[in-house]
């Protein structure tokens, strides 16, 4: 069985842009996965921590046949292969991958939260995620263009290179 999957990117250190699509591409390559797309780039400050770089951040959907342990555990290799150090929270880093959702599946387990808990307040998870997906419906929420509003204040913009 397939599930379409969507996975929130990020990075503000070393070359953000390179890094997210050498994660992309890395996507493609898990077992039993494919890359369905990715939206565009976008800039945005940093949040809670902000004496840092901003970050680029982008979205991507895939279908696998990993469950989300699996996929979530692939995320974390990635993370590592890209060099992510976990020093505190909200940390500068060379790559975030997040599991925003998983098919239509809400998952409440320890290190394993589907929808993703913040999905709805960040506005560079929002406009990226509804770009590839913009009648997407949040497991328990509803549609993610109902919470666009409520973000509209946090500044994001195009990534140019």
Same mark, same amino acid.
């Given at each position: 069985m397939t599930m379409t999957a969507y996975v929130a990117l990020g990075a503000n250190l070393?070359?953000?842009?390179?890094?997210?699509?050498?994660?992309?591409?890395?996507?493609?390559?898990?077992?039993?996965?494919q890359l369905l797309r990715v939206s565009s780039f976008y800039a945005s400050p940093a949040l809670g921590y902000t004496d840092q770089p901003?970050?680029?951040?982008?979205?991507?959907s895939v279908e696998t046949r990993l469950s989300a342990e699996e996929l979530l555990e692939a995320l #974390?290799?990635?993370?590592?292969?890209?060099?992510?150090? *976990?020093? /505190?929270?909200?940390? %500068?880093r060379t790559l975030d991958l997040d599991l925003l959702?998983?098919?239509?599946s809400?998952?409440?387990?320890?290190? #394993?939260?589907?929808?993703?808990?913040?999905?709805?307040? *960040?506005? /560079?998870?929002?406009? %990226?995620l509804l770009e590839i997906a913009p009648d997407i419906i949040i497991p328990g929420k509803g549609p993610a263009?109902?919470? #666009?509003?409520?973000?509209?204040?946090?500044?994001?913009?195009?990534?140019e290179e």
């Open positions: 070393g070359k953000p842009a390179r890094q997210l699509r050498r994660a992309c591409e890395l996507l493609g390559r898990l077992p039993g996965t901003d970050f680029i951040n982008a979205v991507a #974390l290799a990635i993370e590592a292969i890209n060099g992510r150090i *976990r020093s /505190f929270r909200n940390a %500068p959702l998983y098919g239509d809400v998952i409440e387990r320890p290190g #394993l939260s589907v929808p993703h808990p913040r999905i709805i307040e *960040r506005a /560079f998870v929002l406009n %990226p263009s109902g919470y #666009l509003a409520a973000v509209s204040s946090q500044p994001i913009s195009l990534f």
